[in-house]
């Protein structure tokens, strides 16, 4: 594998219009490139975006550099500053370092049982308006993934296939607090029936006895689901005692 790894501070002005218009000129040329793999957007606390993306070989993603810098023009051009840019075996360490640092936050005991609770997430996303949306809702964490289902026709569909950038939050009303902070990225699905991932989400609610009867009422309800999975990209676990929010953390020292 061969990976492109690219670091710039975003232009906030502008930012919106770029994600759109990469999902229009740069996302279909990435999709046919012989070789592809994979591409990954991680959203950094100090407004740096990573961008890393993966070929099966190094010819391969030479032959895309045509298209690349296309878009690196484009990127400019909408004042997004260029901060680093690597390629090969290394940059795809760095990738998978990330991924590694997220995971380990996620798998820590806390996050764990805050996992496993049956508090709802509560999921932030842009609406198809501009205008920041949160909702409360139950999900099921593969190990891997969050994964949240809807009716096809909510409004989150068509706002999250047009901006795919997620946050959520799944925190107690315990003194002291315990909170669990994600940032992702989300991919909508529509799938026949109800999935399975619905089904576990929902028993953390659902008592034993009423279960089967609340698997019959949705199942003969919903005919289509869509099915939403949460890459985590980021993520911070809050105890406020061994961990605080990093702006307290910056009035203590």
């Not at 640092?101 to 996303?125: K, W």
């Not at 989150?156 to 607090?177: G, S, Y």
């Not at 089904?199 to 003969?220: C, I, M, N, T």
Request: glycine letters at 6%.
């Amino acid at each position: 594998m061969h990976a492109v790894v690219t670091r710039r501070t975003m232009n906030a002005a502008r930012q919106q219009e770029t994600m759109e218009r990469a999902r229009s000129e740069l996302v279909p040329k990435l999709q046919q490139a012989p070789g592809f793999k994979s591409l990954t957007v991680i959203q950094g606390e100090d407004g740096i975006v990573t961008v890393a993306v993966l070929f099966e070989s190094k010819a391969q993603a030479q032959a895309f550099q045509g298209d690349a810098a296309g878009w690196a023009r484009t990127l400019d051009e909408l004042g997004h500053r260029l901060e680093s840019q690597n390629a090969g075996d290394s940059a795809r360490k760095v990738v998978s370092m990330q991924h590694e640092q997220v995971m380990d936050i996620l798998n820590r005991p806390l996050a764990q049982e805050l996992l496993n609770s049956n508090i709802p997430a509560r999921l932030a996303y842009t609406g198809r308006d501009g205008s920041p949306r949160v909702v409360p809702i139950a999900f099921h964490w593969s190990g891997e993934q969050f994964v949240v289902c809807t009716p096809p026709n909510a409004a989150k569909v068509p706002a999250l296939e047009a901006d795919p950038r997620v946050a959520l939050t799944i925190d107690t009303n315990t003194f002291p607090p315990r909170v669990l902070l994600v940032r992702g990225t989300a991919s909508v699905e529509v799938v026949e029936g109800v999935p399975s991932e619905y089904l576990e989400a929902s028993r953390k609610f659902v008592g034993a006895e009423q279960f089967p009867a609340f698997e019959e009422q949705v199942r003969g309800l919903y005919k289509q689901m869509a099915r939403i999975r949460i890459e985590p990209e980021w993520a911070k676990l809050l105890d406020f005692e061994t961990t605080l929010p990093s702006a307290v953390e910056e009035l203590l020292q």
